[in-house]
C-alpha cells in the first residue's frame, strides 16, 4: 500500500517547483509562484480520480474527518455512529467538535453492520460513519437508504481504500462526504494530508472555510477577507501537495500493482479449505492494499499471527491483540483519559463503553488476519511469501 515504496523522478520535480518559487503556503503570494499551485492542482486532479464535484484538501485524514462533521453541522452533543473497527482517528475527529461517538458493531466485510446502525439510531443521532478498512467496504446502499429515511448525514472514511470502487463509482464518492488520508503510509502520500470530497456545494464552501481559520477566500487580498464563521487551520502546504500530485497521477499503476499481487497470495492461500475470505458487497472492487482473510477461531488466528511474525512474514496485523485499530484495546477512550475536561455529554456518551461488549465484532476480528500488500516486491519475494504463509497456516491448523 505504502505510496512512499515508489517514489521517484516525478515526485522530485513537482517538490522542486515549490522550493524553486519558495512559496510554501497554498493560498496567496501570487506573484511569487510562477504559476505554481500544488494543492489546487492537486484538488483539481482529485475530483477526477474519486469522480466528485468538489475536493479540500486538508492537514491529515483525521482533520479530513473532523472538517467533513464540521462542514455538515455536527457538533456539540450530536451523536455519530462508527464502527468498533477502524483507526482511532474517527472518535478523535468526532470529539474534537464536542460530538459522541457511538460505536457498534461490524459484519463479515469487516465494515460497519447495517443491523447495528439502525439499532444504535436515538433522536441524538445526526451523523454514520462507514469506515472502509484495509482496501474494502460494507454495504454502502443499505446504509445509505438507512441514512436517508432517518435523515442522517453519511460519512466515508475511504482513507485505507483509495481506489476501490462500488457500483463502478470510486468509494469515498458515494456518501454525502468523503474522507482520504494521504499520510505517510496510504497509497497516496503526501507525507501529511488528506482530503473532504462532496457533491454538496455548501458542505464544500464550509469545508473550504473552516479549514482555513473562517476565511471566505474571495479576491485575492487575504488581509481583506472576511470570515463568515468560525474555523481552524487545517491547511496543507505546498511541498506536501506537490508530493501527492506526482502520487495521484501514478494510482492506476499503484493498484494494478497491488491487485496483481493480492491475487498471487490470494490464490495460493485460498487452497486451504479452512481459510476464508472478507465478504466484498456485490458491486464492490477492493483496492486491493490488505488481503484480509479469516481463520476457524481466535486460537487459530493468534497461532497463524505468532507463525507470520517468528517466519518472517512482516506486515500481517490481527487486530484482536492489536492496539490501534480495535475496540478492545481502547483504554484510553473507555477511561476517558483526556488532559482537558470532557463536557458532561460526551463522558455521559462515553459511560456505556466500558461495560459493552461486541460479541458479533470480536467473532470477527478475533478470526481476522490482514496483510498488507506491498507494490515494491518482486513477483519472486510475492510467490515466496505466499509459499510460506500457506505452509504456516496449515502448520497451525495441525497443531
Ligand atoms: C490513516 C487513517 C486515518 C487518519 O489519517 P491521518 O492522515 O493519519 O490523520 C483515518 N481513518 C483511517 C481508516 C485511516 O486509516
Same mark, same amino acid.
Given at each position: 500500500?505504502?505510496?512512499?515504496?515508489?517514489?521517484?523522478?516525478?515526485?522530485?520535480?513537482?517538490?522542486?517547483?515549490?522550493?524553486?518559487?519558495?512559496?510554501?503556503?497554498?493560498?496567496?503570494?501570487?506573484?511569487?509562484?510562477?504559476? $505554481?499551485?500544488?494543492?489546487?492542482?492537486?484538488? @483539481?486532479?482529485?475530483?477526477?480520480?474519486?469522480?466528485?464535484? $468538489?475536493?479540500?484538501?486538508?492537514?491529515?485524514?483525521?482533520?479530513?474527518?473532523?472538517?467533513?462533521?464540521?462542514?455538515?453541522?455536527?457538533? @456539540?452533543?450530536?451523536?455519530?455512529?462508527?464502527?468498533?473497527?477502524?483507526?482511532?482517528?474517527?472518535?478523535?475527529?468526532?470529539?474534537?467538535?464536542?460530538?459522541?461517538?457511538?460505536?457498534?458493531?461490524?459484519?463479515?466485510?469487516?465494515?460497519?453492520?447495517?443491523?447495528?446502525?439502525?439499532?444504535?439510531?436515538?433522536?441524538?443521532?445526526?451523523?454514520?460513519?462507514?469506515?472502509?478498512?484495509?482496501?474494502?467496504?460494507?454495504?454502502?446502499? &443499505?446504509?445509505?437508504?438507512?441514512?436517508?429515511?432517518?435523515?442522517?448525514?453519511?460519512?466515508?472514511?475511504?482513507?485505507?481504500?483509495?481506489?476501490?470502487?462500488?457500483?463502478?463509482?470510486?468509494?469515498?464518492?458515494?456518501?454525502?462526504?468523503?474522507?482520504?488520508?494521504?499520510?505517510?503510509?496510504?497509497?497516496?502520500?503526501?507525507?501529511?494530508?488528506?482530503?473532504?470530497?462532496?457533491?454538496?456545494?455548501?458542505?464544500?464552501?464550509?469545508?473550504?472555510?473552516?479549514?482555513?481559520?473562517?476565511?471566505?477566500?474571495?479576491?485575492?487580498?487575504?488581509?481583506?477577507?472576511?470570515?463568515?464563521?468560525?474555523?481552524?487551520?487545517?491547511?496543507?502546504?505546498?511541498?506536501?501537495?506537490?508530493?501527492?500530485?506526482?502520487?495521484?497521477?501514478?494510482?492506476?499503476?499503484?493498484?494494478?500493482?497491488?491487485?496483481?499481487?493480492? &491475487?498471487?497470495?490470494?490464490?495460493?492461500?485460498?487452497?486451504?479449505?479452512?481459510?476464508?475470505?472478507?465478504?466484498?458487497?456485490?458491486?464492490?472492487?477492493?483496492?486491493?492494499?490488505?488481503?484480509?482473510?479469516?481463520?476457524?477461531?481466535?486460537?487459530?488466528?493468534?497461532?497463524?499471527?505468532?507463525?507470520?511474525?517468528?517466519?518472517?512474514?512482516?506486515?500481517?496485523? $490481527?487486530?484482536?491483540?492489536?492496539?490501534? $485499530?480495535?475496540?478492545?484495546?481502547?483504554?484510553?477512550?473507555?477511561?476517558?483519559?483526556?488532559?482537558?475536561?470532557?463536557?458532561?455529554?460526551?463522558?455521559?456518551?462515553?459511560?456505556?463503553?466500558?461495560?459493552?461488549?461486541?460479541?458479533?465484532?470480536?467473532?470477527?476480528?478475533?478470526?481476522?488476519?490482514?496483510?498488507?500488500?506491498?507494490?515494491?516486491?518482486?513477483?519472486?519475494?510475492?510467490?515466496?511469501?505466499?509459499?510460506?504463509?500457506?505452509?504456516?497456516?496449515?502448520? @497451525?491448523?495441525?497443531?
Amino acid at each position: 500500500m505504502p505510496g512512499f515504496e515508489l517514489f521517484g523522478d516525478l515526485e522530485r520535480k513537482e517538490v522542486n517547483d515549490v522550493l524553486d518559487n519558495g512559496v510554501l503556503m497554498r493560498y496567496g503570494f501570487d506573484g511569487m509562484r510562477n504559476g $505554481h499551485w500544488k494543492a489546487k492542482a492537486l484538488e @483539481a486532479e482529485l475530483t477526477k480520480t474519486f469522480e466528485t464535484k $468538489h475536493v479540500q484538501l486538508v492537514s491529515s485524514g483525521t482533520a479530513a474527518v473532523s472538517v467533513a462533521l464540521a462542514s455538515a453541522g455536527v457538533g @456539540a452533543g450530536d451523536e455519530v455512529i462508527m464502527p468498533t473497527f477502524t483507526f482511532v482517528a474517527s472518535f478523535e475527529a468526532i470529539m474534537m467538535l464536542g460530538a459522541i461517538p457511538v460505536l457498534v458493531d461490524i459484519d463479515d466485510t469487516l465494515a460497519i453492520d447495517p443491523k447495528a446502525v439502525e439499532a444504535a439510531i436515538t433522536p441524538k443521532t445526526k451523523a454514520v460513519m462507514m469506515v472502509q478498512m484495509c482496501g474494502s467496504m460494507g454495504d454502502l446502499n &443499505t446504509v445509505q437508504s438507512i441514512c436517508e429515511k432517518h435523515d442522517l448525514i453519511f460519512v466515508e472514511d475511504a482513507c485505507q481504500a483509495i481506489g476501490g470502487t462500488y457500483d463502478g463509482k470510486p468509494l469515498g464518492s458515494i456518501g454525502d462526504l468523503g474522507c482520504f488520508s494521504f499520510d505517510f503510509v496510504k497509497t497516496i502520500t503526501c507525507g501529511e494530508g488528506g482530503a473532504v470530497i462532496t457533491n454538496n456545494s455548501d458542505y464544500y464552501l464550509n469545508a473550504d472555510h473552516y479549514s482555513d481559520h473562517g476565511h471566505d477566500h474571495e479576491g485575492n487580498d487575504r488581509g481583506a477577507e472576511t470570515h463568515p464563521f468560525l474555523g481552524y487551520n487545517f491547511r496543507i502546504s505546498e511541498l506536501n501537495a506537490a508530493v501527492g500530485l506526482a502520487q495521484v497521477k501514478r494510482l492506476p499503476e499503484f493498484i494494478g500493482i497491488q491487485k496483481k499481487h493480492y &491475487t498471487i497470495i490470494r490464490n495460493a492461500i485460498s487452497q486451504i479449505p479452512e481459510v476464508t475470505f472478507r465478504t466484498v458487497p456485490a458491486g464492490g472492487e477492493e483496492s486491493y492494499a490488505f488481503l484480509n482473510f479469516f481463520l476457524p477461531d481466535l486460537e487459530i488466528a493468534r497461532k497463524v499471527s505468532k507463525g507470520f511474525k517468528d517466519n518472517g512474514i512482516d506486515v500481517c496485523f $490481527h487486530y484482536y491483540d492489536n492496539n490501534w $485499530h480495535y475496540i478492545r484495546k481502547w483504554e484510553h477512550l473507555k477511561n476517558k483519559k483526556s488532559l482537558f475536561p470532557l463536557s458532561a455529554e460526551i463522558k455521559q456518551g462515553l459511560e456505556n463503553l466500558k461495560h459493552q461488549t461486541f460479541e458479533q465484532s470480536d467473532y470477527f476480528i478475533g478470526r481476522n488476519i490482514s496483510c498488507l500488500i506491498k507494490m515494491s516486491w518482486t513477483e519472486n519475494e510475492v510467490a515466496k511469501r505466499a509459499e510460506n504463509m500457506v505452509s504456516i497456516i496449515k502448520d @497451525a491448523l495441525k497443531s
